[in-house]
């Protein structure tokens, strides 16, 4: 049995008040069928769950967006990216639709859609809480891998590998039509930003993650502190006092709970860890958007369901869900 929370937010008027975008989109990475993922979830019970269950007054235009008029038919690689110009175009609508919702004090849930997609939906936060509260957002990154490559340290090319390096700064672009239009005030800081899970880095992204001096913790960091003491130090690292995105990828989570992921890796958090995390930046009311991704129903036909109830369950506690 659920109940509605009563937690007040910190940086909303409204604690029921949520915007709910939904991204068909794959082209941040090569495997097909992650851009099913949001229809899956939907179907799976998840906006009744939001309004029943958990009291939320849910505005959703009712379309899983696929972008597809805004994909352009020749896409050639750039800086070694692949598909530069659709992601660059999708994650600015993208961050648009988010900016409507955040702009009129709505907590935001983004389902993706692989990870790339973040680009738009932590843009859209970030520009829209500095307009309205004149605060920069924490980020916190919940993944096997860290995304956060710039397009010349990346061996893939694949854009989900890279969103943090766009939001940060670290890569920029001056063509408009390849991330040029990421302005500052869409941008967030390394300060700011915090990693869970973390357990396939490239070599790159370690040099960055330590020239930058960014708060990471990885999977031995868990086993050594344990979920809870990790939980206590990333909060603690953001302090209470700013508005946070939580960006969750479901390959964070071990593929014994999550297989139906594009890039899976062993070695990852239990369903309760994953949740854990989850009901902790609940507990703080500071988060203010939320987005689920890399859920592929498509891959391991025969655990997409457990797949899809774990980014459910994951979904629920950041939004006040609790045990008891
Ligand atoms: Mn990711």
Known sequence: MTSAPTLQPKFLPRRDDLGLVAVGFSGGQCKAGVDAAPMALIESGLIDQLKNDLDFDVTYDGQVHSYSEMIPADDPDHRGMKKPRAVSAVTKALSEQVYEHASKGRFVLTLGGDHSIAIGSIGGTAKAIRERL????????????????????????????????????LAKEE???????????????????????????????????KENGIRAFSMHDIDRHGIGRVMDMALGWIGT???IH??????????????????????????????????????????????????????????AYETIRAGCSIIRCALGDTLL
């Open 134 to 169: 004149g605060r920069e957002i924490a980020v916190i990154w919940v993944d096997a891998h860290a995304d956060i490559n710039t397009p010349e340290t990346s061996d893939s090319g694949n854009i989900h590998g890279m969103p943090v390096a766009f939001l940060a700064g």
């Open 175 to 209: 063509r408009e039509d390849i991330f040029g239009w990421i302005q500052d005030d869409q941008r967030i800081s390394t300060k700011k930003l915090v990693y869970i899970g973390l357990r396939d880095i490239d070599r790159g992204e370690k040099k960055i993650l």
């Open 241 to 243: 006092d700013t508005p």
């Open 246 to 303: 939580l960006s969750f990828d479901i390959d964070a989570l071990d593929p014994q709970w999550a297989p139906s992921t594009g890039t899976a890796v062993r070695g990852g958090l239990t369903l309760r860890e994953g949740d854990f995390i989850a009901e902790c930046v609940a507990e703080t009311g500071s988060l203010v958007a939320l987005d689920l991704v890399e859920v592929n129903p498509a891959l391991d036909e025969e655990g």
